[in-house]
């Protein structure tokens, strides 16, 4: 059997004071405990802005004179714009008698505002609840010499809402910390999955021309060997790339040092197999400060992505522009479209044409660089460059000791 509510009627017969508002404070509606504390008769209350219904008192203390409409506002402007409830402590709010214009009465609430969406996430009512707690702040103030004990309670609103504020900003930071937990976490878990699957092809390589060398006696065993060795490579890198990841992790700067970025450039490059012509523009007298392992990684991550895609020749450029030293890596490959510019640099994500060209990749190369990059207060990114890739790194530039 279906029970069919009257919702309006259960409103109206709630025990906590409570006010229906409209995003600009106006009263939609009030339940029969609000019209009672509030002394107005409801078609008084009806149509009419809250605050103008309940001014602020013109007499109160000079410390608390319209504290409480203050604060009110503030928190129904906070429902509305983080779409959250907001509970406020107990504050001093005095009611302006019904029947005898300009007389105010001292009241002290307990008030919670809790949004209502509408069809599209908006804000579309704030029901305010407010419990009076007047006779529990007189009570209060009977325990001890009158003055004194007044004064303590007319500054406890203030007090307490200080108190809120500092608590609502305690759980806003845990529940971002809490988010960011969860986030590496399963950005870890991704990694983990991923990569495992990767670790699977070459390791299933390797086993396969194992058992062709054991099971064949007259197999080429100098092709196995290759092939054996290349699968051996893939996952030397893969591990390499875990590795890194790891210790950006938890790396100290025990090993940073001063170096001159022209001819670390020229001796890193000599170090290389290239496999594509290289051109150098090198400016000299550009320092930074880094792990000179660490910036070897990210270059080498840079040359072997624009060694993966360029056609013919790769430009590898120094230049200072302060206060960032400048390092730029241009290819003419078939280039980054503007819409995958950032997406390059996260962990795993490869472009289809970078998967055709070299199905075995980790899809890390890229990310390990930037978070390098952003280790030593710098910037990786790739910028607009007509004809290929242009993948720019900045440092902040150092001076030589």
Known sequence: ???????????????????????????????????????????????????????????????????????????????????????????????????????????????????????????RWIVLSAEEVTDFVHALRRFGPGGEQEERTDSLALRLQILNDHLRQAHR?????????????????????DTSHD??????????????????????????????????ERLNDIVADLLDLGRLDSETHDDDCVIDLAQFVNEELDRR?????????????????ASAIRLARLLGNLMANAERHTHTKIEVVVTADPPDAVLEV??????????????????????????????GGSGLGLSIAREIAQE??????AAEHHGGARLVLRLPLAERR
């Not at 280039?335 to 199905?359: K, L, N, T």
């Open 330 to 359: 241009l290819d003419d490959g078939p280039g980054i479209p503007p819409e995958d510019r950032e997406r390059v640099f996260e962990r795993r994500y490869r472009r289809q044409e970078a998967r055709a060209r070299d199905p």
């Open 376 to 381: 030593y207060g710098g910037r990786l990114y």
């Open 1 to 123: 059997m279906t029970l069919e509510i009257d919702y309006a009627a259960v409103f109206r017969a709630g025990q906590a004071p409570s006010a229906v508002l409209t995003p600009g404070f106006v009263i939609a509606d009030v339940n029969d405990a609000f019209v009672k504390v509030s002394g107005h008769d409801r078609h008084d209350l009806l149509g009419r802005g809250f605050f103008d219904v309940f001014p602020p008192n013109p007499a109160a203390p000079e410390d608390s004179e319209q504290q409480g409409p203050r604060m009110l506002r503030a928190s129904l402007e906070q429902v509305l714009s983080t779409r959250c409830r907001d509970f406020m402590p107990l504050q001093r709010y005095d009611v302006e008698a019904a029947d005898r214009p300009g007389v105010f009465e001292e009241r002290y609430w307990s008030t919670v505002n809790t949004p209502v969406s509408g069809p599209y996430g908006e804000v």
């Open 273 to 289: 197999t290239p496999g594509a012509a290289v051109l150098t523009r090198l400016d000299p007298q550009v320092f930074v400060r």
């Open 199 to 232: 670790l699977r092809n070459p390791i299933t390589g390797l086993l396969t021309e194992l058992e062709v060398a054991l099971s064949e006696p007259g197999s080429d065993l100098r092709g196995i060997l290759r092939r054996l060795l290349r699968d051996a």
């Open 173 to 193: 930071e845990q529940r971002e910390t809490t988010s960011a937990l969860r986030e590496a976490i399963e950005r870890q878990r991704r990694l983990v999955y």
